[in-house]
Nanobody
Framework: QVSLVESGGGLVQAGDSVRLSCVVSAHTFSAYTMGWFRQAPGKEREFVAAISWGGDNTKYAESVSGRFTCSRDNAQNTVYLQMNAVKPEDTAIYYC???????????????????????????WGQGTQVTVSS
């Protein structure tokens, strides 16, 4: 059983920084690609950022590239999303998600760009609200 719990959301002002955390309960956290997605009211869920199982590869949506940084601490079973220079359009519920990467993990290969497709992620957290005021 894999469970994910996000934290760190809240009300911030435009231009501020905020860090989201996602603690994962899993037998082998290191064997999962981790992703962040968001959904604003009335909009579809969209990709934000992802990081490969070993942390060597990251991927970002164009709208957040250069402002957001995704990282992970495999010893702490935690993935982070550092959000800098936030904008009102970043307002959304942010979800953490996990995608199995056991084959790459077993063979020690961490060369692929992580997936940005939400349907490929098997496990999801409940989400944390981020509201950016102008």
């Amino acid at each position: 059983q894999v469970s994910l719990v996000e934290s760190g959301g809240g009300l911030v002002q435009a231009g501020d920084s905020v860090r989201l955390s996602c603690v994962v309960s899993a037998h082998t956290f290191s064997a999962y690609t981790m992703g962040w997605f968001r959904q604003a009211p009335g909009k579809e869920r969209e990709f934000v950022a992802a990081i490969s199982w070993g942390g060597d590869n990251t991927k970002y949506a164009e709208s957040v590239s250069g402002r957001f940084t995704c990282s992970r601490d495999n010893a702490q079973n935690t993935v982070y999303l550092q959000m800098n220079a936030v904008k009102p359009e970043d307002t959304a519920i942010y979800y953490c998600a996990a995608k199995e990467a056991f084959t790459d993990y077993v063979y020690g290969t961490d060369t692929s760009s992580p997936s940005g497709t939400w349907s490929e992620y098997e496990y999801w957290g409940q989400g944390t609200q981020v509201t950016v005021s102008s």
